[in-house]
């Protein structure tokens, strides 16, 4: 027994890696959990593929750009849009700038190709929206396409033509260098936004973006923005689209960005829509591996939001809501196998949530927990529930199951969250028994 107690204190025990601190510039975004992404533009017209549409030569670009004419922001109302976001939860909305298609949704100076001068929206749709934002506390994200396939002086124009080869033609390279730059600069300086969400960095290396000087532009003008990770290796996060991550993903922040349905813009012909519980047991997911997550909508051309969108960011919202304490603020949850599902950890580690997915009922069961559970209680209610722990032999490491049971009167509509109350910061064994 002696030989035991000295034993004790040097189990295999292990505490949680690093998990972001919150001290800098990242705070606001660990915390945000939620974002909303917003796709549009001229490709809301006819309903057809973002800039890709031509690009994948599904039809002419002569074709894509006649979209100008029908983009008229007739019914676009940037409060109402901010109001629902700011239902829905989300801390965060994203909206396109401009597209792989070069058509800006601001009146940039830099360039012709903007809803300002070249559709019957005349005026810029960025400012109010990021207006209405701030009026709620929501942080504001631009999100700017780095290709621009209708620019004469971009060198990729259809998925089988090119205009030319940047090592062929320096000169026009670095005039198309200066326009996009000067875009960033227009943006930086008259929308201020708090995060930056490049795109189409793929198509050419760090050096030829000039990835560094973009960030320091970028930091230049605020050294708090937050720049996405589609920067060739300049940006602050990862960015997994439409990949639902099955182990925590290596780097400290990431987002998943993802579609309601299968299309980033509105697609009247793609009915496949997410249900607000599908998406709600992703998002859960994505905050038990401690990511955020970036759910897209697209509005029609007039600016209305479609109604199956409206549904889900509600619906989100009202979950959100009730389970508030769980979501935002916390931080990642157990490493897989120590519960059947998603869970989250408060800051201070010492409140553990489950999230319990599909209407279970019964014992669900914590494995491998040597902090002592005070109190659970349903997460909205004041139900308290019962545990018990099995299995715990009082000479061994290690600790016994936890088993909670859940009464069907308990339920959620969609996702059932516990609060565990623990003695302390979370503890987790993970040895191999014995004396071990
Ligand atoms: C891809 C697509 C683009 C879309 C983006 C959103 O990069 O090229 O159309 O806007 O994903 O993440």
């Not at 025990?13 to 939620?34: H, V």
């Not at 070069?102 to 001068?117: E, M, T």
């Not at 769980?326 to 409140?351: C, E, M, Q, V, W």
């Amino acid at each position: 027994m002696n030989k035991l107690i000295v034993i004790l204190p040097i189990l295999y025990c292990t505490s949680l890696a690093a998990q972001p601190d919150g001290n800098d510039k990242m705070s606001w975004f660990a915390d945000a959990r939620l974002g909303i992404f917003i796709h549009w533009g001229i490709y809301a017209v006819d309903g057809v593929d973002e800039s890709w549409a031509f690009y994948n030569k599904k039809m002419s670009h002569a074709a894509y750009m006649k979209q100008l004419n029908g983009f008229t922001a007739n019914h676009y109302n940037p409060e109402a849009w901010a109001e629902l976001i700011k239902e829905s939860g989300a801390r965060y909305s994203v909206i396109t700038t401009k597209h792989h298609d070069g058509v800006a949704l601001y009146d940039s100076k830099a360039g012709p190709l903007n809803v300002v001068k070249s559709t019957p929206a005349k005026r810029d749709l960025l400012n109010p929206f990021y207006d209405a934002l701030r009026k709620r506390n929501i942080r504001t994200g631009a999100y700017f396409s780095l290709i621009d396939w209708t620019h004469r002086d971009y060198p990729a124009f259809t998925k089988d033509s090119t205009r030319y080869a940047v090592a062929n033609d320096p000169q026009r390279w670095q005039r198309f260098r200066n326009f996009f730059q000067a875009q960033i600069g227009e943006i930086s300086t008259l929308y201020k936004p708090d995060l930056f969400w490049f795109d189409g960095d793929w198509e050419h290396p760090a050096e030829a973006w000039e990835a560094k000087k973009v960030r320091e532009q970028i930091l230049n003008a605020n050294p708090n923005a937050i720049i996405n990770g589609r920067l060739q290796g300049y940006g602050d996060y990862e960015t997994p689209e439409q990949n639902f991550p099955v182990e925590k993903p290596a780097s400290p922040y990431w987002e998943l960005c993802m579609t309601i349905n299968n299309n980033w813009g509105y697609q009247p012909s793609d009915q496949n829509w997410k249900t607000p519980y599908e998406i709600i047991t992703i998002f859960a997911d994505v905050i038990s591996y401690g990511g955020n997550l970036l759910l897209d909508i697209g509005p029609k051309e007039d600016g209305t939001i479609p109604p199956e969108q409206v549904h889900v960011l509600k619906e989100l919202g009202r979950w959100n809501q009730k389970h508030e304490a769980a979501i935002f603020g916390t931080r990642a949850g157990l490493p897989n196998g120590h519960f059947y599902g998603p869970t989250t950890l408060s800051k201070d580690s010492a409140t553990l949530y489950l999230f319990i997915p599909a209407k279970t009922s019964g014992p669900v069961m914590i494995k491998g927990l040597k902090s002592k559970v005070t109190t659970v209680k349903v997460v909205g209610t004041n139900t308290v529930l019962s545990h018990k722990i099995v299995g715990k032999i009082s000479w061994s490491p290690v600790p016994g199951l936890v088993y909670i049971d859940v009464p069907s009167s308990v339920h959620d509509d969609y996702v059932t969250v516990l609060e565990v109350k623990l003695d302390g910061p979370v503890s987790l064994y993970r040895g191999r028994g014995g004396l071990h």
